[in-house]
């Protein structure tokens, strides 16, 4: 008896993206803690194709995110992760569904605190800090795209953007215009 196997487009995608040699889930710092002790420096690219929680927000998946991390000690000795990302995402325009280019430039600075570690209410509550909490290693590329994510506009829009089809419409007809005509007439 023969069996055959298939694979989808996507598992075909995921597979060959596992054994890539620049594939982004790769890309890991084992010790972010350690990373961030020393001072490290970690800059590249990332494929937006590579970005699968973006696809449903852009109109096409071509491009590159460019993205710099530094690690360093702040004030209080607190480990610290300082991300850059910047680049173009062709995002979908809430209004007229075509692409709306949107200039990606996320600046963030994190405080890395163990996983499960208690913080303060008011820690928690001061606006000037965010923190990321981390077992030891990071996934640069979920990372990124979590920072990325969080940068995107709401709704993304054309400045000057009518709905589809707007132009079209012509005059456009009150229904309550008769009932205008009838008010103060006696019955």
Do not use: Y
């Not at 300082?82 to 325009?93: A, N, W």
């Amino acid at each position: 008896m023969k069996q055959n196997f298939v694979l989808t487009w996507k598992a075909k995608n995921n597979i060959i993206q596992g054994l890539s040699r620049n594939s982004s889930r790769l890309k890991r710092i084992s010790d972010a803690f350690a990373f961030a002790r020393d001072g490290r420096v970690l800059k590249g690219t990332l494929a937006v194709a590579d970005l699968e929680r973006l696809h449903d927000l852009l109109t096409e998946l071509s491009g590159e995110m460019g993205f710099c991390i530094k690690g360093f000690k702040g004030e209080r000795g607190e480990f610290m992760l300082h991300l850059e990302v910047t680049g173009v995402l062709p995002l979908v325009c809430q209004r007229c569904l075509n692409a709306v280019p949107f200039d990606l430039d996320v600046d963030s600075l994190l405080e890395l605190v163990p996983e499960g570690a208690e913080l303060s209410q008011d820690e928690l509550e001061d606006d000037t800090r965010d923190f990321l909490p981390l077992a030891s290693e990071l996934d640069v590329a979920e990372f990124v795209e979590d920072e990325i994510l969080l940068a995107m506009p709401v709704a993304p829009r054309h400045e000057e953007c009518g709905l589809p089809g707007a132009a079209d419409a012509g005059d456009r007809i009150n229904p309550f215009a008769t009932l205008s005509g009838l008010k103060g007439k006696p019955n």
